[in-house]
């Protein structure tokens, strides 16, 4: 018979949050199975799975004070978890891409240094974005540059089949980078807009 798990009620919550240490320790141990569920469908891996519940649940035992509603927690901690997940992406494209880059004659720019983040981050939302067993094969073949075979052993996959998978994350990458695409013109104008601390778009704020 399965265990089901329930998210701490509202008064546990606002306990906590007025300061009861017993009430906080229930409701971080109450949350850790709902948290670790959302990370193991958000992150690329088991490691980074875990890796992003321990971070959500650091900040729920020291932040629960900002959560405005008790009714929210879960809203909020799914945020927690998805944002960490973006993260990890995003990080291991950055490694990539300082992997494989040739020595630079030359110091970017700062308008070449923004548009390689907002490239980036575009690239570490549109592979996040992707279904769970896609956004692995994805990552260990393509970004860690694992071995196929290491990478159909992992994931319990015969070659043929996580090919077949692989083929079909890089389709629905290419796919979401495409539809997300924006003009060049609109890309430089932004990351000038950024490297010299410029409102996006040039309109200046009061």
């Not at 769970?132 to 970004?143: C, E, T």
Request: net charge neutral.
């Amino acid at each position: 018979m399965n265990q089901r798990f329930t998210w701490p009620d509202e008064r546990l919550i606002k306990a906590a949050q007025d300061g009861d240490v017993t009430s906080l320790t229930t409701v971080v141990m109450e949350s850790q199975p709902h948290v670790r569920r959302f990370a193991i469908s958000l992150c690329s891996s088991p490691q980074d799975a875990e890796d992003a519940a321990q971070e959500a649940l650091i900040i729920l035992y020291r932040k629960i004070g900002t959560l405005r509603a008790t009714g929210a927690l879960a809203s909020w901690m799914f945020r927690i978890v998805r944002n960490e997940c973006l993260r990890q992406v995003r990080l291991l494209v950055s490694q990539s891409d300082e992997a494989t880059a040739e020595p630079a004659a030359a110091e970017p720019s700062a308008e070449d240094a923004v548009l390689h983040r907002l490239e980036a981050e575009r690239i570490a939302a549109a592979v996040s974005a992707l279904p769970r067993d896609q956004r692995q094969v994805l990552i260990m073949r393509d970004v860690q540059g694992l071995p196929g075979k290491t990478v159909a052993h992992a994931l319990g996959l015969s070659s043929a089949a996580m090919k077949s998978r692989l083929h079909r994350a890089r389709a629905a990458l290419r796919h979401s980078l495409a539809v997300t695409d924006q003009p060049l013109g609109q890309a430089a104008d932004q990351a000038r807009d950024q490297a010299t601390g410029q409102p996006v778009g040039g309109v200046s704020r009061p």
